[in-house]
Nanobody, 118 residues
Framework: QVKLVESGGGLVQPGASLLLSCAGF????????VGWFRQAPGKQRERLST????????FYAASVKGRFTISKDDAKNTLYLQMNNLKPEDTAAYYC???????????WGQGTQVTVSS
């Protein structure tokens, strides 16, 4: 069973960068779609970025496009989210997720907290 684990979160100042990692894939290339989400307390979960096997194609939410970059390393079975120019509104719990097929995401990590504050 796939158990995803995020790492790399922390407390940083505005303008800083963080690299989030997501490990636990048996074979990341076998997943139809992998991606990153975030959720702040009391707010709806937001889809930040995804990579689809079809194409492949990528998606970025408008709120992070140009600042965040999604990537994966098939050899290491690891998903990454490079976050640059972080802003206080980026403060949230960040989750990686994967879908074996089209539709709902089947696997989720436990989340890693990102806090951006001066």
């Amino acid at each position: 069973q796939v158990k995803l684990v995020e790492s790399g979160g922390g407390l940083v100042q505005p303008g800083a960068s963080l690299l989030l990692s997501c490990a636990g894939f048996d074979e990341i290339s076998s997943m139809y779609m992998v991606g990153w989400f975030r959720q702040a307390p009391g707010k709806q979960r937001e889809r930040l970025s995804t990579i689809s096997q079809l194409g492949p194609t990528t998606f970025y939410a408008a709120s992070v496009k140009g600042r965040f970059t999604i990537s994966k390393d098939d050899a290491k079975n690891t998903l990454y989210l490079q976050m640059n120019n972080l802003k206080p509104e980026d403060t949230a719990a960040y989750y990686c997720a994967a879908a074996r097929g089209r539709g709902d995401f089947d696997y989720w990590g436990q989340g890693t907290q990102v806090t951006v504050s001066s």
